[in-house]
């Protein structure tokens, strides 16, 4: 397991007719790119009464998400997360799950049984049971690092969603929303201001996970 520290998440949504793949305006404020970009995957668990798709959307100050991640192909590398968000700060936990291949089969009940195999806490296994994967997110990812080391900035692009019941994704919605992130730990907020200093964009609430169920679902997922 690994148990992130808290940390400050803030986003800005991106105008559409800003190419991301060729924007330099990062590095005219000090930022490099430190990775090749990559497709992250996800699959999101809510309960039956979509508890924390609500909790998002009433801005709920102690909130959680539950979800399988990889990254690229890698599916055989994938992490149970549990996200918390307590007040403006948040952190993750992470599981790595035994390998299960639960696309290639386009069985979702593998997925839950490779939670159950995996060495994670009856309690978390218990309340993974209590809920079901509702929603497949992807999008490309780039990451770039001030140089001070102390700020992380992610650009995510190519949203798209699925519901989890067809794991074919021959019904995939493609978004064009496009999210960056600003990354830092609490001891560092207050040299923020001079990060975002004139920064073009419009800071905003945004979650992945809210907006695909806004899209998938189109307000009908108490019907799902």
């Avoid at 497709?39 to 009464?49: A, R």
């Avoid at 497949?136 to 949203?159: A, E, M, Q, V, W």
Wanted: glycine share 2%; proline share 3%; hydrophobic share 35%.
């Amino acid at each position: 397991m690994e148990n992130s520290d808290f940390r400050y998440e803030i986003k800005y949504n991106i105008p559409d007719i800003i190419d991301l793949q060729n924007f330099d305006y990062l590095k005219k404020i000090n930022f490099e790119e430190i990775y090749p970009p990559r497709v992250v995957n996800s699959i999101y668990f809510d309960n039956y009464n979509f508890d924390l798709y609500n909790d998002s959307i009433l801005g709920h100050p102690n909130r959680l998400k539950y979800r399988v991640r990889w990254y690229d192909k890698t599916i055989n590398k994938a992490n149970l997360e549990i996200k918390r968000k307590i007040g403006s700060v948040g952190n993750k936990s992470k599981y790595r799950l035994v390998e299960c291949n639960f696309i290639k089969n386009q069985n979702i009940d593998l997925l839950i049984e490779s939670i159950n195999k995996s060495k994670i806490k009856d309690s978390i296994k218990q309340k993974i049971i209590s809920m079901r994967p509702i929603l497949y997110c992807s999008y490309l990812r780039k990451y770039f690092l001030s140089i001070d080391g102390r700020f992380r900035i992610t650009i995510d692009k190519n949203l798209i969603f699925s519901r989890t019941n067809d794991l074919s994704f021959k019904s995939l919605i493609r978004d064009n929303t496009s999210v960056l992130e600003i990354k830092f730990n609490e001891s560092d907020y207050p040299e923020l201001e001079k990060v975002i200093y004139n920064f073009p964009f419009i800071r905003s609430r945004f979650s992945k996970y809210v907006r695909g169920i806004n899209i998938i679902f189109k307000g009908n997922y108490k019907n799902y």
